[in-house]
């Protein structure tokens, strides 16, 4: 059951969230700037993904940045913080290569 | 056992929270509340009392503690007066939106400029709109009973809603009587624990209080907390009828009305002068005047129903406020005036505005109260209000 | 019975509140109503100090100070330089002082029904001392019970007894036998 599929309490009493990936929807699609990671130029120190706003960067086993596509609004603090300077913006419009498959989340105990 | 015991309603107030047998005490010092933290901190040092202390650095930081500790589902307890209440407020509307069954005695003292210790009902007046219930006691029993009936009001799952007691700073804070206490144990069954049912902090269960809600959300959840005093109100006479035949006392329900069924006149108060009222009443009897008196207990909810039901047979009603909104009214006399012109029957309503600052007002003073009272009840108008006893 | 109310005169560190509570329980142990409470004002010692008790069959719903009390004590004989002193007093009010002196001595013939007892000298006598300080509470309820009658000396025995509860054995059984003293020695003319 996703969160979003999750029952409310009987009596609506006060303001409860439950937590939800992207709740919001696919802010993917919002994105005008797309980074692209260089990863020859990347060292792995993970600045990016501790930058990212909305956790949209995972570290996969090469200890490289994989960005979610579906997610990322392309504000593109990752690049800006990069101390290698190895995340490059292009056109979102220009961009070849389709989104990539969706990182795996720990899910909630349901 | 219960135990007869001489205690200040400073000690009655922390032995009876001793005896509901709070997770977490968060607690600030401030005249003339101070013997209130300070003995629940002893209970915890004895170990008499297995709780969490929390020694924090103001009293919004207390209340802070407190709603934090509430969201665990955890009973908690603080106390404050004053400016400490002053402090708080804003924490104060958070405890009560959140739905957060805090319980707090206030110790009514008068706000400064100029610095005032003595009491006076302006502080725990001006937190009227923070959705906290609010009783206000008359004697240290009273204050006792209701810190053990707060709590019961308070968790219940149709309710939960932070609630104070008041009394009266050093009228009842520092005044020794007798009064009977009880273990943990023997309440139990009236006071059973506390359980969450509407949301608790869990990392098993994740989940957020306090998120952003736009116009399209916030009214409902507004009302929801309205829907929670309704619930209280249905409960109040409830618990106290429970306590009653468990305990074999109760202290009046929402208005504890004194010789009013025959009453011209009723005078109404709160807190201590509510009681000392009764007096006043039983001289002007024994001279064949019909007054009555009738000391507000509980103030949210407001019991609307219960003023109304009050004026039916009565002339005239005087209030008395030991508190003063400036630029309108007292209080108690404001929400007395609205409730009554709800309903049909529309009395003169005179109002009192004694005792601010902890000057006395005694039993002799109501009596020139109430004659007054019988004057506007003969005239058919109350008039201006009073400001009785000012030095001018 | 009418309302007894008592207010006492002390000053800071003679431990005139703590004697007001201890008549609180003595009322409380013969099964009667009391209320006790201080006038909270200078918290020091030496500086003088005013506490309050009431005493009645029924229980007690005057919450206002006490303007007409039947019986003043004062623990402290030089507190009697003070006019508010004795404000309220009339020929029926008891007023019981710690003095050597016997009542005639003082200034208030006719205006009260004067007892007095030397305290302080049981006290000295007795070793209940603190900081220079003699404790003259327990002593003077002793005179209390004897000039007013509104508890008995078997009472505020029992109340010091119990008050005392976590004190060294020796410090209660001076205490009473203080008490009882005063109660013997009082002069009332």
Known sequence: ?????????????????????????????????????????????????????DAAITIDDEGKPVINLEYCKGCMICAENCPAKAINQIRETEAAQPPQPKPAAKRRKE | MPKTISVT??????????????????????????????????????????????????????????????????????????????????????????????????????????????????????????????????????????????????????????????????ILSHTSTAIVVYDHDEISGFLPAYQPGHWKLDPDDPMANGNIAGPEYYYELSYAIHEGFEAARKLIP???????KRFGRRH?????????????????????????????????RDQGVAAGSARLRVFRPFPVKEVQALAAKAKAFVVVDRSLSYGHAGAAATEIRSALYRGTHHIPVLGFVAGLGGRDVRYTDMITMIQAGFKAADKGEAGADQFYGLKR | MHLFEIRFHGRGGQGGVTGAKLLGNAAMLEKKHFQVFPHYGAERRGAPVVAFARIGDEPIRVHSYIYQPQAVVILDETLLEIPSITEGIDENTYVIVNTPKRPSELNLKGKAKVATVDA????????????????????????????????????????IQEGFADMPEKVVTTNIQAAQRAYDELIME
């Open chain 2, 9 to 170: 309603g400073n000690l009655a107030a922390a032995y009876a929270a001793k005896t509901a047998n709070p997770a977490v005490i968060a607690a600030y010092p401030i005249t003339p509340q101070t013997e209130i933290v300070e003995k629940m901190a002893d209970f915890v040092e004895s170990g008499e009392l297995k709780a969490e202390y929390v020694r924090v650095e103001s009293e919004h930081s207390a209340m802070a503690a407190c709603i934090g500790a509430s969201a665990l589902g955890l009973r908690t307890f603080t106390a404050t007066s004053s400016h400490g209440l002053a402090l708080m407020h804003e924490m104060l509307h958070w405890a009560g939106r959140a739905r957060l069954p805090v319980v707090m005695p206030v110790v009514n003292r008068a706000l400064g400029p100029p610095w005032n210790i003595w009491v006076d009902h302006t502080d725990s007046m001006a937190t009227r709109d923070t959705g906290w219930i609010q009783f206000y006691a008359a004697n240290n029993q009273e204050v006792y009973d209701t810190v053990l009936e707060l709590f019961r009001l308070c968790e219940d799952p149709e309710v939960v809603l932070p609630g104070m007691v008041c009394l009266d700073a050093f």
């Open chain 2, 252 to 284: 009046g329900g929402f208005i504890n009305a004194y010789r009013c069924n025959d009453a011209e006149v009723i005078l109404l108060a709160m807190g201590t002068m509510g009681e000392e009222a009764q007096l006043a009443v039983e001289h002007l």
């Open chain 1, 1 to 53: 059951m996703t969160p979003m599929q999750r029952k409310p309490p009987e009596k609506r009493q006060t303001c409860i969230t439950y937590p939800a990936p992207g709740s919001m929807g696919h802010t993917g699609d919002w994105r005008i700037f797309r980074p692209v990671v260089d990863r020859t130029k990347c060292t792995g120190c993970q600045m990016c993904w501790m930058y990212c706003p």
């Open chain 2, 238 to 244: 409830i618990i106290e009828q429970d306590f009653y």
């Open chain 3, 120 to 159: 302080t000298k049981i006290a000295l006598d007795a070793g209940i001392l603190v900081g220079g300080i003699a404790v003259v509470n327990t002593i003077m309820l002793g005179a209390v019970a004897r000039a007013t009658g509104i508890v008995s000396i078997e009472s505020v025995k029992r109340a």
